[in-house]
């Protein structure tokens, strides 16, 4: 899947990543969301850049990940807008310059766009391998009213399987959104 992704051209990346935020931008899951948490692209992933900025059009919060230095296996999510400056982390990928404590509770987001390698109509993703979601989201296992935030994945098309094993960690996604459109995973 990773090869796959790679392979795509930036015209085609451009306008698959697109065909997604058009998609999903009148979804009630996006339309409804305040605070958005994203990602910045890496590895060919669908890039959820139109997606950001149709959400700072509507007057939303967008987040970034941050890998954390206290706990080295799980995430935080910094404010981001256009101009913010960025640097790498230790995966090569752009993260928000900010301090602690411009952190935000990740109870208090309404929505996350994860990045995935594979996906399934079960909500299981398959991420890079290091559980950085799964373990900073770990806490929707224990929830049973409030849902919040929703996570929602973002991937091409061809990114499907039909099955994924489930691990007892795994936090499954509410949906995912490709460039034909949100597919709704499980029975929620």
Request: charged share 20%.
């Amino acid at each position: 899947m990773r090869d796959r992704r790679r392979i795509l051209g930036d015209a085609q990346r451009t306008r698959l990543s697109g065909c997604a935020a058009a998609c999903f931008s009148r979804h009630q899951l996006f339309y409804s969301a305040r605070r958005v948490a994203a990602y910045q692209p890496n590895d060919g992933e669908l890039d959820p850049t139109p997606l950001m900025a149709l959400a700072w059009a509507m007057g939303k919060q967008v987040y970034l990940p941050v890998l954390s230095h206290l706990r080295s296996d799980h995430l935080l999510f910094a404010p981001y807008a256009p101009g913010d400056a960025l640097r790498e982390n230790r995966f090569g990928i752009p993260e928000p310059v900010v301090s602690l404590r411009h952190m935000v509770d990740l109870k208090t987001l309404d929505l996350v766009l994860t990045p995935l390698v594979a996906f399934d109509g079960q909500g299981n993703r398959l991420g890079m391998g290091g559980g950085f979601y799964d373990r900073s989201f770990a806490f929707l296992h224990r929830r049973q009213h409030w849902l919040k935030p929703h996570l929602v994945g973002m991937a091409y098309d061809f990114q499907r399987v039909d099955y994924l094993e489930q691990q007892h960690w795994d936090v499954p996604l509410l949906g995912v959104v490709t460039e034909k459109g949100f597919v709704a995973t499980g029975d929620k």
